[in-house]
């Protein structure tokens, strides 16, 4: 996958910036022509893009692109970049009708740049592991007028001088509310015309998790929307018309809900992590039954879930420095190898006996006790296990967003030459006084708190569902969707979020999302649920970076599922039925993911070198996951055949071997 895009979205802030330099001051170029009047439709053409594009051959659709302030009083040069395309010529300068929608991505970090989402994602120029520039059949934009946005200020090409950084995400709401006001000024059709706010992300959290302390429930989550979208509901009259807003792989919530929780079902969706071994299995689910991540899902859900143990619970004192070092060290380790969590060592040798000796410890520990290294930092755990043990991450790393995906080195997807190419500087209109980075250390707050540039802005969940109260009030509608091979904000800690949140008067989906969907090929896309104006997708074969994954699901899902209002997987919550149905496997709590795991050096998309665990393994697990799943298995008390969730023996060897084949034929 990107290597070099998935460093950007985990963000160091600690060691970013030293207090005594401090963040940089920077500030927009005004280039021949700019008017001198205030933001208006003749800014349109001086923001056009009409210079040459270096490496980009052949027509692409007419964009724009530059700074606009943000209003900031005492703040000038607080400014967001933009890089808008149209969906055809002419629809975002007026021709368009008031139904027509538009779109803005965000990326997140804080401090990554949607940049990275434009040419890596879902924007109609993509950049390759040459650096060359090549279309993008499915960008966004050819559905609806996109619009990238680099934010909050002093991202990628957005300025800010040195102590106008954001100090908390109330602030990055306004400044980006004040934008959207002068971007209408520009093109006045956006200010009527439906709104969809998407983006992805936010690991930015562990700007904040990193430096301090691992935060049970005040940092770690995807703010952007939810923040964005707070702040348009409580602006009198807000500049535009927000209709849906759209996240993707969102950490949502805390970090033991979307990090920790999910580890089970990520060992479910790839047991390949742990060799197949049912022993091993036993041991994570007893770890994570005694950390209380086993959370268990009902349809309706029933009560709320308890406020979950930090994960430095159960971790020996000698643990509690090695904990955050730990933490910091994978994290870091993380964002500077690009979602690549390495293996302390990379020997094989000696591994079956080293494997065979850490065994005979759980064997000879009391039933009933927590690892006491690594008490319940259980991800950290299963990701040390699989780089000790298990091939081919013995041979150097995982990557903890796209599991299947075990390349290294890997061939890097970097915008960063096209974007500081003078050429492009020059086209896009952007700053000359800083370079366009995919990623800086977002500096909360300037330099007022010293070393602590940590985002203090609470959880998103703390008030989605006052969010979601609000958002139904104005006929704003939500969707959240993952990529199934995402193991570091996997879906099971989205869908926790889901189930303790009240929306339209009701907590949590009162049915398993169990929908079958698929792309324009008729391929098995993944599961799409929507209740209440809430809509859940999960993607197959999807890493953390879905448009990258599988760009044509993602973009039949824009199409379908967010710009559309196909009801595939609607629930009638009169009568309790489904539009297009439901299947039975795909109700289980986890989809499974594909059998290859791909190695060596390369690019994930061409690269030979596979493995595949041998037939008898594969059925030998079928028979065991089958049974170990039954007992704790979900309560289904919506569904007439209650209880008929049990994942078949036959469903997983079925959807292993129909991977790329398409499942329909089985659900
Ligand atoms: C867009 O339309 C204008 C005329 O309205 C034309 O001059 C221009 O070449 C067109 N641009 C593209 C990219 O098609
Ligand atoms: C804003 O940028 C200009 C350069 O364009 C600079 O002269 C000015 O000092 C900056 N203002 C602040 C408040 O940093
Ligand atoms: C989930 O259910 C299992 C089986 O009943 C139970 O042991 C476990 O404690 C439950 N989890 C939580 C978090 O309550
Ligand atoms: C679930 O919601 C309750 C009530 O809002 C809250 O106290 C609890 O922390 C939440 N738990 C999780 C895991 O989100
Ligand atoms: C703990 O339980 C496992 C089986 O679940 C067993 O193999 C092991 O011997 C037990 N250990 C002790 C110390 O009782
Ligand atoms: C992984 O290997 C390291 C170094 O040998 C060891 O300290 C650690 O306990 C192992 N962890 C797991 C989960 O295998
Ligand atoms: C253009 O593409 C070539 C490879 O085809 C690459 O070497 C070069 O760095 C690229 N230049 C820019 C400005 O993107
Ligand atoms: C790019 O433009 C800047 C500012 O105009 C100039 O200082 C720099 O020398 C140029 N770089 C190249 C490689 O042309
Ligand atoms: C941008 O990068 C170039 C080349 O590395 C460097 O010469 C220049 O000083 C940088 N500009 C700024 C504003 O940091
Ligand atoms: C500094 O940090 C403290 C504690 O997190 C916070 O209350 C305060 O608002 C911060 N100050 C600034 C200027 O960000
Ligand atoms: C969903 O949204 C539509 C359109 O805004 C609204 O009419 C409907 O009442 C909402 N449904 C629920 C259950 O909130
Ligand atoms: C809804 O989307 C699904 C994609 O799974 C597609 O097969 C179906 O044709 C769509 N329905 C309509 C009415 O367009």
Request: with cysteine.
């Amino acid at each position: 996958m990107l290597q070099i895009a998935l460093a950007s979205i985990l963000v160091l802030s600690c060691a970013a910036q030293s207090p005594s330099t401090g963040p940089p001051s920077t500030f927009p170029h005004a280039y021949p022509g700019m008017p001198t009047t205030s933001f208006g439709p003749d800014w349109q053409k001086y923001f056009e893009v009409t210079g040459q594009l270096p490496n980009v051959t052949g027509p692409i659709a007419r964009s724009f692109a530059g700074n606009v302030g943000v209003n900031r009083a005492d703040h000038p040069n607080a400014t967001l970049f933009f890089w808008a395309f149209e969906k055809a010529n002419g629809t975002l300068t007026g021709s368009a009708a008031d139904t027509d929608p538009w779109m803005i991505w965000l990326n997140g970090g804080p401090g990554s740049s949607s940049m990275i989402g434009l040419m890596t994602e879902n924007g109609p120029l993509q950049v390759t592991g040459t650096y060359s520039i090549v279309q993008n059949n499915f960008s966004w934009n050819h559905l609806a007028d996109t619009i990238w946005v680099d934010q909050p200020v002093g991202t990628g090409y957005s300025t800010s001088d040195a102590t106008g950084y954001v100090p908390d995400e109330d602030q990055m709401g306004e400044d980006f509310v004040q934008f959207l006001s002068n971007l209408v000024k520009i093109f006045p059709s956006l200010a009527k015309r439906p709104l969809y706010l998407a983006g992805e992300s936010y690991a930015g959290t562990y700007a904040h998790c990193t430096c301090d302390h691992l935060p049970p429930a005040d940092g770690c989550l995807t703010r952007l929307q939810p923040y964005i979208t707070k702040t348009i509901f409580s602006t009198p009259n807000p500049p535009v018309s927000l209709r849906k807003i759209i996240v993707g792989d969102g950490t949502l919530g805390d970090a033991a809900t979307f990090l920790y929780v999910p580890t089970l079902t990520t060992i479910e969706t790839y047991p390949q992590l742990i060799g197949y071994d049912p022993d091993v299995y036993n041991y994570f689910k007893t770890q994570e039954h005694l950390c209380g991540y086993d959370l268990n899902f009902t349809y309706p859900q029933n009560g709320h879930f308890p406020t979950l143990k930090d994960p430095s619970f159960g971790s020996s004192p000698s643990f509690g420095g090695a904990t955050k070092a730990r933490s910091k060290l994978s994290l870091k380790t993380l964002a500077e190898q690009g979602g690549r969590y390495q293996a302390s060592s990379g020997i094989t040798k000696g591994l079956l006996a080293r494997r065979e000796e850490w065994k005979r410890d759980l064997s000879n520990r009391p039933n009933g006790t927590l690892d006491p290294y690594y008490g319940c930092f259980i991800y950290d755990e299963l990701l040390d296990y699989a780089t000790n043990f298990t091939f081919p991450w013995t041979l150097g790393g995982i990557d903890v967003y796209d599991i299947p995906d075990a390349l290294n080195p890997e061939v890097p997807s970097d915008p960063t030459v096209f974007m500081n190419d003078n050429r492009t500087r020059t086209a896009l209109h952007a700053p000359t006084s800083k370079n366009w980075t995919e990623s800086f250390g977002f500096p909360f707050g300037g330099l007022a708190n010293g070393t602590s540039f940590g985002d203090p802005s609470p959880a998103p969940m703390v008030f989605l569902s006052e969010l979601a109260s609000n958002a139904s009030a104005r006929g704003v509608a939500i969707v959240f969707y993952s990529g199934n091979d995402d193991s570091l904000v996997a879906h099971r800690g989205t869908e926790a979020v889901i189930q303790n949140m009240t929306f339209s008067g009701v907590q949590g989906f009162t049915r398993p999302p169990a929908t079958p969907w698929s792309d324009d090929k008729g391929n098995f896309a993944g599961i799409v649920h929507q209740e209440r104006n809430l809509t859940f997708v999960l993607f197959k074969g999807a890493g953390h970076l879905v448009p990258n994954s599988v760009p044509e699901a993602a973009f039949v899902f824009v199409r379908e599922f967010v710009l559309g209002s196909n009801q595939t997987g609607l629930v009638n919550n009169g009568t309790g039925s489904v539009v297009g149905g439901e299947s039975a496997p795909l109700e289980a709590d986890v989809m499974p993911g594909g059998l290859a795991i791909f190695y060596g050096d390369g690019d994930f998309a061409t690269t030979t070198a596979s493995t595949i665990a041998p037939s008898a393994t594969l059925a030998a697990w079928s028979e065991f996951i089958a049974s170990a799943t039954a007992a704790g298995n979900v309560s289904d008390v919506g569904k007439s055949n209650g209880g008929a969730t049990l994942m078949s023996p036959l469903w997983h060897v079925c959807a292993a071997l129909c991977v790329g084949a398409g499942m329909m034929s089985i659900v």
